[in-house]
C-alpha cells in the first residue's frame, strides 16, 4: 500500500483515490504474471507532460514505512498481498512548482479492492492521515515558523468510471523574516478511480496555488482510457 499512501519528504504525499468496481464479467482477469506489465502500461509517461522534466522516483523506507502504518490505521488491504505495485517517474517543471505522478496497484481480485476501498472510504481513514502527515511534519520547520495543515475530499475530477474520489493536503507555513511574517503554501491533491484489479492514482503537488482541475482532469482521464485499453 505504500505507493498509494506515500508520505514524501517535508510536503509530499501520494493517497489512493478511490473508486467502486462493476461486474467482473466487465473486465479480464489480470494474473500475478502479467500484472506488472498491466500496471506500468497505465502509468503517466514523459509524453504525457512534456514541458516538464522527468526525474526518477523510487520509494524510500520511509515511504514504505509511512504507507504501512496507514493501511494499519485505515484497515485496508496490505500491500504484501498486492500482484504489483508500481509507479511512475516524477515530473517537475522549472522551480518545482509542479510536480506529478501516478501509481498503479494490482490486487489478486475485485474483493480485495472493494474491501481496500471501504476502509478508506470511512471517516477514520482522514483521521489517519492527518495523523500520519502531522508526524511527518514535527520537526521539519524551525520553531519560529508556523505550519497548519488541512486534509479534506475535494470533488472528483474523474468521469467515466464508477465512484472516485480526491483528497486534497494543504500546507501553509508563516515564516518569519526579521519583523515580517511570509506565508508558503503547498497543496498536494490525489485524484483516482479503480478499474478491475487496478487501483489507479494520480499525484499533482504545487506550490503558492492549488493545482489545476483541468490538468488533473485530463491525466486523470488519460490514466482511465490505458487501464481500458491495459484491462478490456
Not at 474483493?111 to 477514520?124: I, S, T
Not at 492521515?129 to 515558523?145: A, H, I, M, Q, V
Not at 487501483?199 to 499533482?204: F, G, H, K, R, S
Amino acid at each position: 500500500m505504500s505507493d498509494r499512501f506515500r508520505l514524501g519528504c517535508a510536503v509530499g504525499l501520494a493517497v489512493l483515490a478511490v473508486g467502486t468496481p462493476v461486474a467482473l464479467a466487465a473486465y479480464r482477469t489480470t494474473t500475478r504474471a502479467n500484472a506488472v506489465a498491466v500496471a506500468t502500461a497505465i502509468s503517466l509517461r514523459h509524453s504525457d507532460l512534456p514541458t516538464l522534466k522527468q526525474q526518477s522516483n523510487p520509494s524510500s523506507p520511509q515511504d514504505n514505512g509511512s504507507g504501512a502504518q496507514l493501511t494499519a490505521c485505515a484497515g485496508g488491504v496490505p500491500e504484501s498481498k498486492a500482484f504489483a505495485s508500481t509507479q511512475s517517474p516524477t515530473f517537475v517543471s522549472a522551480g518545482d512548482s509542479i510536480t506529478v505522478s501516478s501509481a498503479t496497484e494490482i490486487l489478486p481480485s475485485l474483493a480485495l479492492v472493494a474491501e481496500d476501498f471501504a476502509a478508506f472510504e470511512r471517516p477514520r481513514a482522514l483521521t489517519c492521515l492527518r495523523s500520519l502527515l502531522g508526524g511527518e511534519l514535527r520537526g521539519e520547520f524551525p520553531k519560529t515558523d508556523k505550519v497548519n495543515t488541512t486534509v479534506a475530499r475535494v470533488p472528483s475530477v474523474v468521469s467515466g468510471v464508477g465512484k472516485s474520489f480526491g483528497l486534497r493536503f494543504a500546507i501553509v507555513v508563516h515564516v518569519k523574516q526579521g519583523t515580517t511574517t511570509v506565508a508558503v503554501a503547498v497543496y498536494d491533491d490525489v485524484v483516482g478511480f479503480a478499474y478491475g484489479q487496478a487501483e489507479v492514482t494520480l499525484n499533482v503537488q504545487t506550490t503558492l496555488a492549488p493545482p489545476s482541475a483541468s490538468l488533473e482532469r485530463r491525466l486523470a482521464a488519460l490514466l482511465l482510457k490505458r487501464a481500458r485499453t491495459a484491462i478490456g
